[in-house]
């Protein structure tokens, strides 16, 4: 077990007091919290950092923590000492609410133990608790949202065995992901979730859709966007063109006088819904290299021949 | 041949076509009606059409979305709820500016 330097998680400083401990959580717990934060690992952050003032915010636990930290650094290999809490007296066996204290580190239980908040409770008869949430991302693949497809996802749950020790457990699910899903959507499987405390309910789980990005398209709700290089002649002449759509190749008819950006729909070629989204073809002209004499020769002629200033509007 | 798992979840999409009526809403959150009645006065989650009958309030499955995320802001952050109904909509308009960003790239 390696140790963990609460202090160097929090950011604060050894000597910090409890006021500024509060203002340091206060500060992290705002910026790593889950639902608001960005940061790729901002969960495992904000967990780490709740355990961190868990035991920094009770000056009872600090002070058992000091003592025992003194000739600690952060990662090194950890075994408490036995006794190790002789001499200090916790006030109650404290998690006060957090019913998920299972997601604490073993770091944290092999100092501050387990358990406990479940007897705490009392007279009032047995404590109850919804088992947690989990929330999971899945990465699926256009063809996915547009055919639906089933996935098999991987999740850690934290488990109590008899003698209170927490051990985690890879459970398996098999969920299927429906045709018409979007990016940023969430799906809810109700009572796949962590279980519940006594009589509490079971938590949910909710899966995140996000998409793989792709080579070819870019993905907006239910709307496929493509760029579409189209050679000069084909914008300017019109021509019919071959487009690659996730559901095979289509013809589309390119009007006469197109300009590079044009967005053309292909309507309903989106990723089906209620409202079935629409695929968008953006022309990008694609100018042939003039790299022989013949197509030195044509760029030649045009420049001649065509009286074309392409920064009139810009009035040069 | 290496057997499978047989059995598939199929789970809710939680979006404007899934409806939610105060008492799913409150027993999906497992919260009291009661608070969802605060958050709808508060403006955090607001029921669908022109319902005013609270038996009749149909909520977006968003709304599920948004009533959980209230009880993590509250519980872990100790915002109230008029800080959260801000909080709430910031993010919304932050989301929005990302994708138009996004959409210029």
């Known amino acids: 077990m390696e140790f963990r330097d ?9 000597n910090a007091t409890q006021d500024e401990i509060k203002r340091a959580y206060r500060k992290l717990a705002r910026k790593y919290h889950p639902d608001i934060s960005k940061e790729p690992d901002a969960e495992k952050k904000f967990k780490e950092m709740g355990e961190a003032y868990e035991v920094l915010k009770d000056p009872e636990k600090r002070a058992a923590y000091d003592q025992l930290g003194k000739n600690y650094k952060a990662g090194q290999d950890f075994t408490p000492p036995p006794g190790w809490d002789a001499g200090f007296e916790f006030s109650g ?8 204290a299972s997601a604490f580190s073993d770091f944290f239980e092999s100092l501050f133990g387990r358990g406990g908040f479940t007897q705490q409770r009392g007279p009032t008869g047995g404590f109850h608790a919804r088992g947690q949430d989990h929330h999971a991302k899945i990465l699926i693949d256009l063809g996915d949202a547009i055919h639906g497809a089933s996935r098999t996802i991987t999740l850690q749950v934290p488990e109590v065995d008899d003698q209170g020790h927490v051990h985690t457990r890879t459970r398996t699910l098999n969920v299927n992901i429906p045709k018409g899903v979007k990016q940023g959507q969430q799906i809810r499987l109700a009572g796949q979730g962590a279980p519940g405390i006594g009589q509490g309910g079971t938590g949910d789980l909710y899966l995140e859709i996000a998409f793989n990005p792709h080579n070819l398209y870019r993905v907006e709700g239910r709307d496929i ?7 000069p002649w084909e914008a300017a002449l019109g021509s019919t063109v071959k487009v690659p759509t996730p559901n095979g190749i289509v013809e589309m008819k390119i009007p006469a006088d197109s300009g590079s950006g044009k967005k053309m729909r292909l309507k309903g070629r989106g990723i089906p819904g209620k409202i079935t989204g629409d695929f968008y073809v953006v022309l990008k002209i694609s100018l042939p290299q003039a790299d022989s004499d013949k197509a030195k020769a044509i760029y030649e002629q045009m420049k001649t ?3 074309f200033n392409p920064r009139r ?4 | 041949m290496t057997r499978t798992p047989t059995h598939v979840l199929t789970g809710l999409i939680l979006d404007e076509d899934s409806i939610f009526t105060l008492q799913e809403l409150s027993v999906s959150c497992a919260v009291e009606t009661e608070y969802i009645i605060e958050l709808v006065e508060e403006g955090i989650v607001e029921p669908m059409g022109q319902q005013r009958d609270q038996q009749h309030w149909a909520f977006s499955g968003q709304s599920l979305l948004r009533v959980r995320k209230t ?8 915002v109230n709820l008029a800080g959260i109904a801000l909080v709430l909509d910031m993010m919304d308009e932050i989301e929005q500016l990302r994708e138009r960003l996004r959409r210029l790239d």
């Open chain 1, 6 to 14: 609460y202090y160097e998680l929090m950011g604060v400083d050894r």
């Open chain 1, 93 to 100: 066996a404290g998690f006060g609410d957090t019913a998920d």
């Open chain 1, 225 to 231: 966007y493509l760029d579409l290089p189209v050679a």
């Open chain 1, 305 to 307: 021949e065509l009286n």
């Open chain 1, 313 to 316: 509007n810009l009035g040069v």
């Open chain 2, 71 to 78: 009880q993590r802001l509250q519980q872990d952050l100790g």
